[in-house]
């Protein structure tokens, strides 16, 4: 981080521009490698100076590391610059794993680093307005809102993870088709919750809005009759 965007470094990418055109001339296919540790607020200047240095050429970069103060998490610092730097037009991200900076990395450590990429890929993606690309995500949000909840896993970029997280706290196949999750009860899901009003007013016949409001004027007059305390003592 302390030398990014230095003179040595914008020099090699001058230098690079200049290699770009010789190979051009040659009919030779060039790609461009970016730098590895940016900080978030030098990335656009270090995306812009490459398309007009190397000439608009294919960028790829590792990351970039937009912290120098995680060994063992630089999938992550690096997954945060890539998300960055893809949505300003890098041409290709290259992945980066768990055991960057401190070993030969091992299967899983591929496995995250990856799943890593793709999601900083499609965050940019999404960024970038790509036709298409917040179908999946449309997808996973009706999903978990409609509580199918083997939909959400399987949609997911991960869905043994998102499985054994979710079966670490309600393991029983029941909690499959359950109304909530252990993270806010059967009581507090906003989810749940939105889906009674609408229940509500369908009963009703009148509008979400209007059930909405007459639902708190019940809950108001049951609060001023029970004292008007809104802590409780226990």
């Known amino acids: 981080i302390y ?23 040659h009919d030779v296919q060039v ?13 656009k200047e270090n995306m812009d100076l490459q398309l007009e240095q190397c000439h608009e050429a294919p960028f790829y970069t590792l990351g ?31 992945y980066v794993t768990p055991k960057e900076h401190l070993g030969l990395p091992n299967k899983q450590d591929v496995k995250e680093g990856i799943i890593t990429y ?6 940019a993606d999404l ?11 449309n997808a ?3 999903a978990r809102y409609e509580f199918r909840w083997d939909d959400q896993f399987n949609i997911g970029l991960d869905p043994d993870k998102a499985r054994e997280f979710h079966d670490e ?21 906003s989810m749940k919750i939105t889906q009674d009003v609408r229940d509500y007013a369908a009963q009703l016949g009148v509008a ?13 007059v049951e609060f001023v009759k029970s004292g008007a305390e809104i802590y409780r003592k226990v």
């Open 31 to 43: 790609m461009i490698e970016g730098p590895g540790h940016v900080p978030m607020h030098m990335i």
């Open 118 to 123: 793709k999601l900083a890929a499609h965050a």
């Open 3 to 25: 030398d990014a965007n230095d003179e040595a470094q914008l020099g090699e990418l001058k230098t690079l521009g200049e290699l770009t055109q010789i190979a051009w001339k």
């Open 208 to 220: 979400e809005s209007e059930a909405l409001q007459k639902g708190m004027e019940v809950k108001a």
């Open 169 to 189: 706290t309600l393991p029983k196949e029941s909690a499959k088709v359950a109304h909530f999750c252990s993270m806010c009860g059967p009581h507090f899901c």
């Open 140 to 142: 996973l949000s009706k």
């Open 64 to 94: 970039p590391l937009t912290t120098d103060i995680a060994p063992g998490y630089d999938h992550i610092t690096s997954g945060i610059g890539a998300a960055t730097i893809g949505w300003y037009g890098t041409a290709m991200l290259c």
């Open 127 to 137: 960024a970038k307005g790509h036709p298409g690309s917040q179908i999946r995500d």
